[in-house]
C-alpha cells in the first residue's frame, strides 16, 4: 500500500522545526533526508526513522518499513519541537551523503 499524500503533509508538518527537509518519491512511499542526511521514511503511512542514540531515546517502537528492511523506529510523537530536537540529535549520527558521479 502506497503513503498517501495527505499523510506526507501531515509529516512534513511536524518536520517544520528541521532544517532543510526534502522528500523522495520511491515506489510509493518517500524517504525523507535533512541537511542531504537520510534519516527516516513514510512507509505504508506510517513515520519512521532510523535507529540512532538520539532517536532511541524519544522513540520506542521498533517496525520494519518493507520486507527484508532493517527495523526502524515508529515516531508516535505529535509535538514538532520534539520531533525537531531528536532530529537535530540524529544529524552527527549518521553517515555523510555519499556523492553521485555525474
Known amino acids: 500500500m502506497a503513503s498517501s499524500p495527505e499523510y506526507l503533509a501531515y ?3 511536524l518536520l517544520s522545526g528541521v532544517p532543510e527537509v526534502t522528500t523522495r518519491k520511491m515506489m510509493g512511499e518517500y ?3 535533512a541537511q542531504g542526511k537520510l534519516f527516516g521514511g513514510v512507509y ?3 513515520f519512521l526513522v532510523k535507529v540512532t542514540n538520539a532517536s532511541r ?3 520506542a517502537t521498533e517496525e520494519v518499513p518493507y520486507e527484508g528492511a532493517a527495523p526502524m523506529l515508529l515516531v508516535d510523537v505529535e509535538d ?3 520531533v525537531a530536537a531528536f532530529v537535530d540529535g ?3 549520527e ?3 551523503p ?3 558521479r555525474k
Do not use: F, I
Request: without cysteine; hydrophobic residues 50%; glycine residues 0%.
Open 90 to 92: 540524529m544529524l552527527p
Open 44 to 46: 505504508d503511512d506510517r
Open 31 to 33: 524517504l525523507l533526508y
Open 11 to 13: 509529516v512534513l508538518e
Open 94 to 96: 549518521l553517515p555523510a
Open 98 to 100: 555519499r556523492k553521485r
Open 80 to 82: 514538532p519541537h520534539v
Open 57 to 59: 531515546a524519544v522513540l
